[in-house]
Every structure is written in C-alpha cells, then in structure tokens.
C-alpha cells in the first residue's frame, strides 16, 4: 500500500500482494480464517463538514498504482508453475520482488523467484524467521 503511494505511477503498472490467506479471486466475502481485503477494495468514505459520511466508491480505484491480491501458497511447485506463466513471463518490464514477514523457507521461495527469473530485477527480502538448521545440514544455498 505504501509503494502504491510512493512509486511514480507512470513508471509501475501494478502491485500485486501475495499471500496463501488471501481469499480466492470472486470470492464475495472472506471466510473467518482468511485476511480481509477491505483495506483494499472495500467502500471508502468521507467525512463531510456537517459530521455526516457520503460514499466515494471503493479504494481500489484511488490507488496511484493498482493494488491486486493473489491467493497464491509459495511453498507448491504448482503455484511456482503458475507464476511463472501469469506474472513472470506476462510482465511487460522489470519485476520487483518486496519479500515481507516471510516465515522460514517462504525466504528461501523468494530468493528462488529473484534468482529463476531474468526479469526480476530487483529483491528486497525482510525474513521473520529464517528456515531451521536442517537446510544447513543438507548442503543447500541459496545465492542471490
């Protein structure tokens, strides 16, 4: 939400948030257990001079650049195969790759995505925890 404020408009086509909690695309509402995107696409209204409230349609359309979820599980070689096909290969110019909060080896899936795509230009990854001790053992890195 911040970068759609911050990035030139002109220059970004769009954002697309990704999480495995997002609800799925057409869904009317999301379910308890799923997040809200009502800070996305929900109503937005304005407070008038009198104390009264009139509606302004919803937020998805006052974002400088579009905001999209995407209901997608990093961890599934499916989801890997789907994005590859629907946002890597579709993009129109360079991808930034904003990895935030990323539990365990959803950090590693980001620095697969940084490195498995010559489009991807650039990755600024923020772990919450970084994957156990076992991925040590097993030999494997991952390089930027």
């Keep these: 939400m911040f970068l759609s404020e911050m990035l030139p408009p002109g220059r970004v086509e769009r954002l697309?948030?990704?999480?495995?909690?997002?609800p799925r695309c057409g869904a009317p509402e999301p379910l308890p257990h799923q997040m809200s995107?009502?800070?996305i696409y929900g109503n937005r209204t304005v407070l008038l001079e009198d104390g009264s409230f009139r509606g302004e349609g919803t937020y998805?359309?006052?974002?400088?650049?579009?905001?999209?979820?995407?209901?997608?599980?990093?961890?599934?070689?499916?989801?890997?195969?789907?994005?590859?096909?629907?946002?890597?290969?579709?993009a129109a110019g360079p991808i930034l790759i904003l990895a935030v909060h990323l539990c365990g080896t959803?950090?590693?899936?980001?620095?697969?995505?940084?490195?498995d795509?010559?489009?991807?230009?650039?990755?600024?990854?923020?772990?919450?925890?970084?994957?156990s001790m076992i991925h040590a053992k097993r030999d494997w890195t991952a390089q930027l």
């Design 106 to 115: 959803l950090s590693l899936r980001a620095v697969e995505m940084f490195n």
């Design 60 to 90: 998805l359309v006052t974002w400088p650049v579009p905001l999209h979820t995407s209901k997608q599980d990093l961890k599934k070689k499916p989801t890997k195969r789907a994005m590859k096909k629907h946002v890597f290969e579709r």
């Design 117 to 131: 795509h010559p489009n991807v230009q650039f990755l600024a990854l923020k772990p919450c925890c970084l994957p």
């Design 37 to 39: 995107w009502e800070h």
């Design 16 to 22: 697309i948030l990704v999480d495995k909690a997002w």
